[in-house]
């Protein structure tokens, strides 16, 4: 059976009230979302799981001009006490040509427990694109989509970027708990973001539960670009924002 899914391998895929904080990392923001098409998860024991899929791409129909088809594999192992789990992912797999959304995406994710109420997930991972127009060029560029930073002279280029994040989790008590999220990503040809620049984000979130049915989760978050002004139009460096939201579990 064909079905429409989330990326499989983010931290961040997960309904509202599983994710760690409100606000989603850039890492989540600029890699694959959604793919159309068929995966099969096998669990072999305690320790090991596998999935494999085909799908017409990152976030794109399958009837929808740029798809193609790609391939997802993936391999859970889980280890020291269910303490530790690593989770490699290779997404959208093809030829990797420039397309709307055509990352080739290769990430890993490693969650681990170290106590009843300290545990922490991590994820790292690089993605590309060959042959992206250059945006001083005079190629077309997709809609939607943002032309590469090219070296002088090319007028495409290989376009690739890589990410980390780390979240940390203290639970106080059944009712209240902090997440801290700090993370790194180098948009090295500006190809996902619009700015060739290395930026940074920190989060710190406080969640409380009133009762079981209501969640609040204000946070403070902080972001960096580097090399260039890549906030407030390409004006700003910096961005400090405060943000926060209300869950009703029904």
Known sequence: MVAFFISLPDIEAQLAPQSYTYTHSLLYSYDPFTQTGIVNTVMLNNHWLFSLGLTAGNDIAPWARGAKPSLTACVSYTFNNRKDKFYPCASGINRGEYAYNNVQLFVNTWYHKFN???HMASEGYYEYERDVPSVSGTLPVEPNTNGAVCPPGQTRCFAGEWALVNYLQKEFSKSSYMSVRNEVLDDARGQRTGFKTVYSEHTIMWGRWVGTTVLVRPEF?????????????????NQLSFATDLIFRF
């Open 116 to 118: 009843d109420s300290w």
């Open 221 to 237: 978050r902080f972001e960096r670009s580097y090399a260039v002004p890549a906030y407030d139009k390409g004006t700003n460096k």
